[in-house]
């Protein structure tokens, strides 16, 4: 593996909270430092839907000597919400790359599940039961499939010109990502491991 790394959530936003609070960039620092220091990574995911905390835990992560892979992680924003955010996250990825940081950028994380619009339902919760109904869900998946290719056919050409370094996808199996379009393909969800690795790449 060219590096070693771990997740670093700075909130996934819901219900008028985070997944992170309080958020306090003294303990963010130190736990950064840990990741470094003590688990011996070289690169950290930092995941959010909070852009501010996002980058500054991204200047931390660099100050930490860790690579960083930025990665917005939004929920139930709507499609132009969700296109408005990924963009501004590709201008702050693209300071801290030109701030001399090792920047990957992650243009979103399993949008079709989290973001309105792509899947029936009005948030997770009811996007969720399509899972418990096949029949239903191989009726939404094409559906879903084409919103999120026509999302990325946008989105990209408008990232590209915001940020100059590799650019992924945080994608779920089923989205069927082009992958064409990224320089790094990323997957949730679908992970390598000795039981699957002879038919996984």
């Known amino acids: 593996m060219r590096v070693f790394g771990m997740n670093y959530d700075t909130g996934f936003v819901s219900g008028g909270s985070t997944t992170h609070e309080p958020f306090d960039p003294a303990t963010v620092r130190r736990d950064l430092h840990v990741i470094r220091e003590e688990l011996h990574c070289d690169a950290v995911r930092i995941t959010g839907g909070v852009q501010d905390r996002l980058e500054l835990t991204a200047r931390l992560a660099a100050d930490a000597g860790l690579e960083i892979w930025y990665c917005p992680f939004t929920y139930n924003l709507d499609r132009d919400e969700l296109m408005a955010f990924v963009l501004d996250g590709a201008e702050r990825a693209e300071r801290l790359r030109r701030d001399g940081a090792s ?15 792509f899947l029936p339902g009005r948030d ?3 996007r969720a039961t399509l899972f418990t109904d096949p029949a239903r869900l191989r009726e939404a998946v094409p559906a879903a499939q084409t919103a999120v290719r026509e999302f990325f056919a946008e989105a990209m050409p408008a990232i590209r010109e915001r940020f100059a370094g590799p650019v992924g996808y945080a994608s779920l199996p089923f989205e069927a990502v082009d992958g064409a379009a990224f320089d790094i393909i990323a ?3 679908g992970y390598r491991d000795a039981n699957n690795a002879a038919a996984f790449p």
């Open 187 to 189: 997957n949730d969800a």
């Open 103 to 117: 920047v990957v950028y992650l243009a979103g994380s399993e949008i079709s599940m989290m973001t309105n619009g």
């Open 124 to 126: 997770l919760a009811e």
